[in-house]
């Protein structure tokens, strides 16, 4: 309708990335919505051989079959923090460059230090939203969950998304089993959007490892393990399903009534494969 579309449209300036994605806000996804599939990786930007590895065996799948995007849960240039150089970026993500892989990243609290996630990876906003075939992703800046302005746009996508699923994608922890403490503020904030909005997975890092929680319906998975120092499970958190210090990088793929998401060591190794239902918003 016209205010659906006015609404959507009014969007734009605040993360939306173009006139056409923002209409596409308000369109009911086709009958027959495409498989999309894309990667995802955190704490990645290291330098050392994990990096390289897990680098090679994302472009090892990228190859068979396509990858849509390269997600990124922050935390993406380490030494020096936030600036990218041939040893955190350009040797060990050559084979990215060269298969022409467009990047989609959240900025995480090494990211501040330079501005290499907005001039190499193309993150000028700290948050935004996209669509891609059937799902809708939101990137958001949990350095500041409890920005006003930031809070606003969240709301906003989330009551005008269409798409057949939503999902939520930044650093720090909503929820996690790992070294590093769970952001009580995304949890009073964020967390009851993201379930009345009927959210279907949530993508976070910072904790160097593969975490999976299901809290109130809601699919959270810390990946943290692109290439920076492995940390181990410390604590206990709500849902808590896996929580597993291993290097990796997720292959996720969704489809017309779920998603898939497989967490992919080096070798190429499944250390989990789960099936995410796809949910609808609460009435």
Request: charged share 20%; aromatic share 8%; net charge positive.
């Amino acid at each position: 309708t016209g205010v659906a579309i006015a609404a959507a449209t009014a969007l734009l300036g605040c993360g939306i990335e173009s006139s056409a994605d923002a209409a596409s806000a308000s369109a009911k996804a086709p009958a027959s919505a495409p498989v999309v599939r894309f990667a995802v990786k955190g704490d990645w930007g290291w330098g050392g051989p994990e990096q390289r590895r897990v680098t090679a065996r994302l472009c090892a799948e990228h190859r068979i079959h396509p990858f849509r995007f390269l997600l990124t849960t922050g935390d993406n240039f380490y030494q020096p923090d936030g600036v990218a150089n041939s040893a955190n970026f350009t040797v060990p993500e050559r084979c990215v460059t060269r298969l022409g892989l467009r990047w989609r990243a959240a900025w995480g609290n090494h990211d501040l230090g330079g501005d290499s996630t907005a001039t190499v990876l193309g993150s000028r906003r700290r948050w935004f939203t996209f669509v891609s075939g059937p799902v809708r992703v939101v990137v958001l800046d949990s350095n500041d969950p409890e920005n006003a302005t930031q809070l606003r746009f969240l709301r906003r996508v989330l009551k005008v998304a269409r798409q057949r699923a939503v999902i939520v994608a930044y650093h720090h922890p909503t929820y996690t089993m790992g070294l590093h403490e769970p952001s009580t503020a995304q949890q009073r904030l964020w967390a009851p959007l993201f379930r009345k909005a009927g959210v279907s997975l949530v993508l976070q890092g910072h904790n160097h490892a593969y975490e999976r929680m299901v809290v109130r319906g809601v699919t959270y998975i810390t990946t943290g393990g692109g290439g920076a120092p492995l940390y181990p499970c410390v604590r206990t958190a709500p849902g808590a399903e896996a929580c597993l210090p291993d290097h990796h990088f997720l292959n996720v793929t969704v489809a017309a009534r779920r998603i898939r998401v497989d967490a992919v060591t080096p070798t190429g190794r499944r250390l989990e494969r789960i099936l995410v239902p796809i949910r609808r918003p609460l009435r």
